[in-house]
């Protein structure tokens, strides 16, 4: 645990959070700052920064209760979708600096979903060939 760390001092009890579920591993609260009504937050009891440094079965364990926890935001707030996300690094808008996972219900024509389809357009390569494509894929494959 970090000291410093806002959401290692809410899993060590030393800071207040609207608990939703927890066990051994996974922590799931309210946002402070919600981007929608029922947003929630998967966090590892354990402070690691981002996702390079979580262990896989506890990348498992994280998204075993991202599922149930999406499920029953959806059906509480009578959501029509759920957006699920998760960043790493300054440049991806992380700015917590403990692996969390968000989940935030999402309705038709809501401000996020404008926010989202915005910054979801392609903004670098258009129609790409498939052999660029192919190189691209030949060397994530050779970093697995």
């Keep these: 645990m970090s000291a410093v760390c806002p959401f290692c001092s809410i899993a060590s009890g030393k ?9 051994a591993t996974v922590l799931v609260f309210m946002d ?5 009504f029922g947003h929630t937050l998967v966090v590892p009891r354990e402070h690691w ?21 999406s499920s ?10 759920i957006s699920i996300l998760q960043l ?8 917590v600096t403990h692996f969390h996972i968000h989940i935030i219900p999402r309705f ?4 996020i979903s404008k926010a989202l389809g915005a910054m979801m357009e392609h903004h670098g390569l ?10 691209i894929a030949k060397k994530i494959r050779e970093n697995l």
Aim: proline share 4%.
């Design 49 to 69: 920064e981002n996702i390079y440094e979580v262990p896989e079965n506890v990348l498992a364990d994280l998204f075993s209760v991202v599922k149930r926890v």
């Design 108 to 111: 038709s024509g809501d401000a």
């Design 88 to 95: 790493n690094g300054r440049a991806a808008g992380q700015t």
């Design 15 to 23: 800071a207040q959070a609207s608990i939703v579920y927890e066990d």
């Design 72 to 81: 029953a935001a959806k059906k509480t707030v009578g959501a029509e979708g």
């Design 32 to 36: 402070l700052n919600p981007a929608n």
């Design 126 to 135: 258009k129609n790409p060939e498939k052999s660029d494509l192919d190189e």
